[in-house]
């Protein structure tokens, strides 16, 4: 359910942003496999899942099926159950089956049909892995200096978080952050649909700052399906210092981060991590030089 009182309904879209948020505060995943039952229960003969299910009516968002496929591989990263997903992998050639009927002479996806729901915007700007490197940082650079580019909402920050994190440019994030800092002046306890005008107060789908401070500036995230192992690769752009405690399948990860400004005026961070036993980690540091740690040891070390 994505939000208590509002809609009240399990959206794929939302439900997989949910099931990752829960993933960095919880080890328990009944939530997230019960999620993935429901939508294959969903499936109409076309080859999509309903855009809300279950419910009174049926109602298709043709987007929101490839959030199923999404989140389907991040429940297996999370816990390793192969034989839980492998039930639903005939629902994702369906799904990518109807995506590829709909590739026009241009060797585009045209109209899907349904609600073609992307993001809250009058119209859309849409990044899909078509530039790389340098090419890469200059389309999302202009994407955010340009003012007649449609920024993301809410629903889609996370998205636009993790293109920025890929091409290094993560401490653009900051300003997008100033969102969710204001939320408090707004009179918002909790994080509203929108962060402007909306209709939603409590919608879950906003929360992507637990997933960031705990996945991306902490870094902490599985490396391999069912934390086979972890990988720590903190991303301390536009903050100091960062300290808590990360629950894994395989036990609790804490760590604390430290930075000082040297002569310089470059920071120095000191990082010390406790590993809980049996989970065994790689640590990138900002040099993009790796460290193999073991489990049930703390480790303290500056970069």
Request: glycine share 8%.
């Amino acid at each position: 359910m994505d939000c208590p009182y509002y809609e009240q309904m399990q959206f794929p879209m939302d439900t997989r942003l949910q099931a990752m948020f829960t993933y960095c505060v919880s080890t328990d995943v009944r939530l997230a496999r019960k999620a993935l039952e429901d939508y294959h229960c969903s499936m109409i003969p076309e080859g999509l899942i309903h855009g809300k299910y279950p419910s009174a009516y049926p109602q298709i968002i043709s987007t929101f099926s490839l959030h199923y496929i999404y989140m389907l591989r991040e429940f297996y990263e999370q816990t390793g159950e192969a034989e839980t997903v492998k039930k639903y992998l005939p629902d994702i050639d369906m799904i990518l089956t109807y995506y590829d009927r709909k590739i026009g002479d241009d060797g585009l996806v045209g109209r899907l049909g349904y609600w073609e729901f992307v993001d809250w915007q009058p119209a859309w700007a849409v990044l899909n892995g078509l530039a790389y490197g340098d090419k890469a940082k200059t389309v999302l650079q202009h994407a955010w200096e340009e003012e007649d580019v449609l920024k993301v909402t809410f629903s889609t920050s996370y998205e636009w978080f993790r293109a920025l994190e890929k091409v290094g440019l993560y401490s653009m994030t900051e300003k997008d952050m100033e969102l969710w800092k204001g939320l408090p002046a707004l009179g918002c306890t909790t994080c509203p649909e929108t962060p402007g005008d909306t209709r939603s107060d409590c919608h879950a789908w906003s929360a992507l700052p637990i997933y960031e401070m705990i996945r991306t500036m902490a870094g902490i995230s599985p490396e391999g399906a069912g934390w086979q192992k972890a990988r720590i690769h903190p991303h301390m752009d536009y903050i100091p210092d960062l300290e808590g405690t990360v629950v894994t399948p395989k036990g609790t990860v804490r760590f604390s981060y430290r930075s000082e400004l040297c002569g310089t005026g470059e920071r120095k961070y000191t990082y010390q991590i406790t590993m809980p036993e049996g989970l065994d980690v790689v640590f990138a540091g900002r040099d993009g030089k790796e460290k193999e740690l073991s489990g049930g040891e703390t480790y303290r070390f500056t970069l």
